[in-house]
């Protein structure tokens, strides 16, 4: 039996490709196991999440290859579960104390039970670092774990700040807040003993992101700036103070401009929105491209060749599998009405029937929604991550052949944190 | 004695070791290029990963470190998968381990809707009593506000509660007359409160802690002070058996139980929603045919006609379209009926006017 020269010599490994990772699983089986999936989730109410998570992370690491070796999620169900149910126990005290504060201390009660929802959103923020901390230690290539170092706490702080931004500035800031939420995340990522950077600019992003920005609020910021030009709000305003029956008349004698400014600012609503929808593809592969191109570990650099055109692709896809549900739900639905009909035709029970329609409802409604996220997962979600991986172009791979060994296993509260707060990633 | 190529990774450092792998009969043997003995591991502590379809990636089990090795060689990997009984290339006992899962989650949803239809009224049922009244209004008046807030919908000019204005205080005077009468005789442990919002549907709805919300679309289509008034004895009904703060719990408890317990997959929680329908309106159903029950009786006690409850609800009914809603909250109106005229068969009573016809005509106009 012959085999090849040991340890570092050259000749063995290919000469290294220019995009050096590639996605070899096959879309049927991964089909398949969505779909099982789903079905589990419907009958299980639920319960079955984490095992399915647990399978698409598998499937997706294990065909995930890298300069010839794919890599591994050692991550297991029971783990998750576990997770999930101590983050219960943790939750649950902090909602019962919410509770009892608003019903004992009247209005007090109400303004702390006001401060639940940011608190809620910061311990969301956490959760989902922990949870990366979780998904990374998990995930093992060349038989080197990666591991993620830095505080929950202060990223949630600077997170929450860095929202709170955006909604200021109505999105102008995302930007700047992926780049140094990136920078953080990544500064604390590591491949054994390698550390990763991130050298995205958010400025980069900025300049790139504007013309869409200008093209989704700007129709906005066009109706303020004809509400202001053309509209006297301090004779509506006085108008609208006193009431009245015959208001919309008064007001449009007091300013003429008034209704002219309503239609606009619908048409802008309009406008925006579908700009929003159209755009949103674009965007996610813009942002994804930026991402791509920005992450380092040690010499090694990435850049993405990510084509917009791909996304679009898998958005179009999942409008038309979509359609495709909705068709089969409809013929479905017919054929089940059809039957019950000839059903309570046999029996005349009207209440067997009210109750048969609600069920039926209620049935169609849950595969509808249960199949639309299937076909998420396996049109966009799959392509983001495929074409995402391999549009990758990676200079100074060979560090990857020299890494030690660090870090250990985190416990998956995070992960149980994420899932109980709504905020899970993948 | 199979061998073949494979590649070994130590676990100390990512470096790519070309082995020799000799498939020996105690052990799995891994010799490096230059001969030396790099692993031996028995197969009964071979682990099998998961990796690309064409790779048996094996570790050994509870090694400190991540060593790997990885045979591409299909008959190499065959021989290994004859030897070791924990290599499972075929998948079989993957999908065997899996089926017990899904076994017991399936279980485990089926006691949780057992729990839910039957375990979590009974407990209700017992706690409710326990909580105290005092709590109970605190309860009403943390819930009330943002139920008034949710009701009004109307334009901000006009007063949501009627019976403040001028023109409206006769009506007022009349409503407070016969909501007099009936407390009287309903001898309750707490005040209502009782308010005429100006809202068109025909409904009324009794909040924990005594509050009564009676739509205007409701006085008008009254057609006698009775049917008003029994409506407001049903209502009146779900405060006497403390309806709100039972629905309060059951709900906190199926929110507990299917929310937060079995918590959201992606899609949002469907199965979840679908089940708490169906388990409250099974509550629902019950709870009403209770108050129907109770303000027959309440009817009698002060001289009204508890027939008036169903005639109303007919008329009601027959005028909504078919909905999903007025079926889960109530159950069939026929039914219903049926059951409010046997339980006033049964009764002795004396009829007396509730209201003369000036107040009457003055409590319609109580929204002006």
């Known amino acids: ?426 | 004695m199979a061998s073949g190529a494979g590649i070994f990774y130590d676990g100390t450092s990512s470096e790519r070791h070309q082995v020799t792998v000799d498939a020996a009969p105690d052990a799995l043997r891994i010799q490096g290029a230059d001969g030396t003995l790099l692993a031996q591991w028995p197969y009964n502590e071979l682990q099998h990963l998961s990796a690309a379809d064409d790779v048996l990636r094996l570790s050994r089990i509870n090694s400190p470190t991540l060593a790997r090795l990885e045979v591409r060689d299909p008959a190499l990997a065959l021989a290994i998968d004859d030897l070791a009984g924990t290599v499972d290339r075929t998948g079989r006992t993957a999908r065997r381990a899996r089926h017990k899962v899904i076994g017991w989650a399936f279980a485990a949803t089926v006691s949780l809707v057992l729990v839910a239809l039957f375990g979590l009224p009974a407990l209700v049922e017992r706690l409710t009593p326990l909580i105290p009244l005092s709590l109970e209004q605190r309860l009403g008046a943390a819930v009330e506000p943002q139920v008034r807030a949710m009701l009004n919908t109307g334009s901000s000019g006009t007063a949501f509660e009627c019976g403040t204005a001028e023109a409206e205080k006769a009506g007022r005077a009349a409503l407070d007359k016969l909501l007099s009468l009936m407390e009287g005789a309903a001898s309750l442990p707490i005040p209502l409160k009782t308010v005429v919002v100006r809202r068109r549907d025909s409904n009324a709805i009794a909040l924990p802690g005594g509050y009564v919300y009676v739509f205007n679309g409701l006085v008008t289509k009254a057609e006698t002070p009775d049917e008003l008034a029994s409506v407001i004895a049903h209502e009146i009904g779900h405060v006497a058996h403390r309806d709100g703060t039972r629905s309060l719990l059951q709900a906190a408890g199926l929110s507990f139980l299917f929310g937060m317990l079995l918590g959201d997959f992606t899609g949002g929680g469907l199965a979840v929603i679908a089940v708490k329908t169906i388990v409250e309106s099974s509550y629902s159903r019950d709870v009403e045919a209770s108050a129907d029950l109770y303000a027959v009786r309440l009817m009698a006690r002060i001289g009204g006609d508890p027939r008036a409850l169903g005639a109303i609800l007919e008329r009601i009914q027959g005028a909504i379209e078919p909905g999903v809603k007025i079926f889960l909250d109530h159950p069939e109106t026929k039914a219903r009926v049926a059951a409010i005229n046997a339980a006033t068969d049964v009764l002795q009573f004396e009829r007396k006017p509730l209201l003369d016809a000036a107040e009457w005509r003055a409590l319609r106009r109580v929204c002006g």
């Open chain 1, 1 to 426: 039996m012959t085999f090849l020269e040991a340890t570092a010599a050259p000749a063995s490994v290919p000469a290294v490709p220019a995009r050096p990772v590639h996605f070899t699983g096959n879309p049927h089986a991964y089909w398949r196991l969505l779909i099982r999936g789903a079905v589990l989730l419907a009958i299980t109410l639920g319960i079955y999440r984490f095992w399915l998570a647990t399978d698409i992370r598998r499937f997706l690491w294990a065909h995930t290859d890298v300069n010839g070796e794919s890599l591994e999620y050692t991550g297991t169900a029971v783990e998750l579960l576990l997770g999930f149910l101590i983050a219960i126990a943790l939750l649950v005290p902090i909602y019962a104390v919410f509770f009892l504060l608003t019903l004992s201390m009247g209005p007090i009660g109400q303004f702390i039970s006001a401060l639940s929802l940011p608190a809620l959103a910061f311990l969301g923020q956490y959760a989902i670092y922990r949870a990366r901390r979780y998904r990374l230690t998990r995930t093992v290539f060349r038989g080197v774990r990666f591991h993620q170092t830095g505080s929950a706490f202060r990223y949630a702080v600077c997170a929450i700040f860095w929202w709170m931004m955006i909604a200021l500035t109505v999105g102008l800031a995302y930007p700047f807040a992926q780049a140094s939420l990136e920078r953080f995340k990544l500064r604390n990522t590591y491949y054994g003993n390698l550390a990763g950077r991130f050298e995205g600019s958010g400025f980069r992003l900025f300049l790139r992101g504007l013309p869409m920005w200008l093209l989704v609020v700007g129709p906005f910021l066009f109706t303020i700036a004809v509400a202001i030009a053309t509209v006297d709000w301090t004779a509506v305003a006085e108008l609208a103070s006193r009431g009245g029956n015959d208001l919309p008349a008064r007001i449009e004698g007091a300013s003429p401009g008034f209704y002219v400014v309503i239609v606009v600012a619908i048409t802008a609503s309009v406008v925006s929105v579908a700009m929003a929808a159209i755009l949103f593809p674009a965007f996610q592969a813009m942002t994804l491209r930026w991402w791509a191109s920005g992450v380092r570990f040690g010499n090694l650099a990435t850049h993405s060749r990510l084509r917009t055109g791909q996304i679009y692709g898998a958005y179009l896809r999942f409008l038309l599998y979509g359609l495709l549900l909705l068709i089969a739900a409809a013929v479905l639905a017919g054929i089940g009405y059809a039957v019950l009909l000839i059903l309570i035709g046999a029996t005349a029970r009207p209440e067997i029937a009210e109750i048969a329609t609600i069920i039926g409802g209620l049935i169609s409604y849950v595969f509808v929604m249960l199949g639309f996220s299937t076909i998420y997962q396996g049109t966009v979600k799959l392509a983001l991550w495929r074409h995402g991986i391999e549009s990758l172009e990676i200079e100074g791979l060979d560090v990857l052949d020299h890494v030690e060994a660090g870090g250990a296993a985190s416990s998956a509260v995070g992960e149980g944190l994420a899932d109980a707060l709504n905020v899970g990633g993948f």
